[in-house]
């Protein structure tokens, strides 16, 4: 999307402008969708961007290995409707008309990525909060709960206030596991019975294609998503098969929704044309999820398998790529 006259513009300032402002303007980039202008600028800037700061950046998908520090002008703020310091003193300078935020934030130079991950999870929750405030959302009371994630204006949803949406690691296999377990317990997953060990669920699925949502203040797991392989004949490549799952307590907060969006952003840069899955017809909250993040159903296959004592019909999904496959 191309920003228009009334675009509203961010400027980002920090000293060094290698970690913190460098992720919160690239976190309000990815965000907006070309619907807020976004800098970023440093009072002393560094000779290039931390590189741990990269790294975290890469696990969600945004690549800043080619950006580098700039150095903070007065026409960068002047050209601000809204200038966001972190820790950058007195150096920058205060002009009338602009709306001044001062975030205070760890700064991330010389720490691990394990410890810079909690700082961007805690700039991209005060980034969303940020964008709600420059482009608030028109009320929709029609829209269905599962639907409510942000949504940029080609209508895909993204992550909802307060979760971020990233790749899935092996530090996540306990509360992935005890999701899944949930879910199934709910009775309406599948029709498996127990969640499989991590080495078991780890070899079935396909590495490139998992996601995770975390609440971005406590860092827990609130849902995932992956996929499986339906055959090993390359006539299959591009098909995939998959399972999302949302923490009981989280349902309704449009978690679901950002799951499957992540994964058809994966999927379709990968080529894969087709992602497909079965579900029971009770669970009706699901049909409704995938029907809106591009779902047709082929069919339904009536008493295909018992299921705590009761035969079972599954309604067979599928999304077709507009994009991938078709040459």
Known sequence: MTA?????????????????????????????????????????????????????????????????????????????????????GDSCPVLPGRRYLDWRLPDPAGRPADEVRPIREEIDRRVRALLDELLPAPPDATAPPDDRATRPPDGRATAPPGVMVRPMRGEDADEVLAIYQAGLDGGDASFETEAPTWDAFDRARLPEHRYVATDTTTGRILGWVAVTAVSG??????????????????????????????????????GIWTIQSGVFPENTASLRLHARAGFRTVGIRERLGRHHDRWRDVVLIERRSARAGIS
């Open 4 to 88: 228009g006259p009334e675009t509203p513009e961010v400027l980002f300032v920090c000293v060094h402008n290698a970690g913190r402002s460098q992720m919160a303007a690239a976190l309000l980039a990815h965000h907006a969708a070309g619907r807020v202008r976004v800098r970023s600028a440093g009072s002393a800037p560094a000779e290039e961007i931390n590189p741990a700061v990269v790294e975290v950046m890469g696990e969600l998908g945004i690549d800043l290995s080619a950006e580098s520090p700039k150095a903070l002008t007065g026409d960068a703020v002047r050209a601000a409707d809204v200038v966001v310091t972190m820790g950058c």
């Open 233 to 270: 004949r390359c006539v299959y490549a591009g098909v995939v098969e998959h399972s999302v799952y949302v923490q009981p307590g989280h349902q309704g907060r449009g978690v679901a929704a950002a799951l499957l969006r992540a994964l058809v952003d994966s999927t379709e840069a990968a």
